[in-house]
């Protein structure tokens, strides 16, 4: 039997898509496929040439004094 949603009804159609997804995928690859869709936050193209420019042993001072921070 083919279900025939609401368009104008998310609530609706958000159930039902759920439901397919529950019924093809099961409860773990339903969950995995929903992930895909995590809205990030901030402005990743900005953002990406604000980073400052760090030599390797730079990046592994700031990773060590991270790693001693969270083990106090």
Do not use: C, H, W
């Amino acid at each position: 039997m083919k279900i025939t949603p609401n368009v104008n009804n998310l609530v609706e159609i958000r159930k039902i898509g759920l439901q397919a997804l529950n019924e093809a995928l099961g409860s773990v690859g339903t969950v995995r496929f929903i992930q895909q869709f995590e809205n990030g936050y901030g402005d990743y193209t900005k953002e990406k040439y604000q980073q400052p420019d760090l030599t390797v042993a730079e990046i592994d001072i700031l990773l060590k004094t991270n790693k001693n921070q969270q083990s106090i």
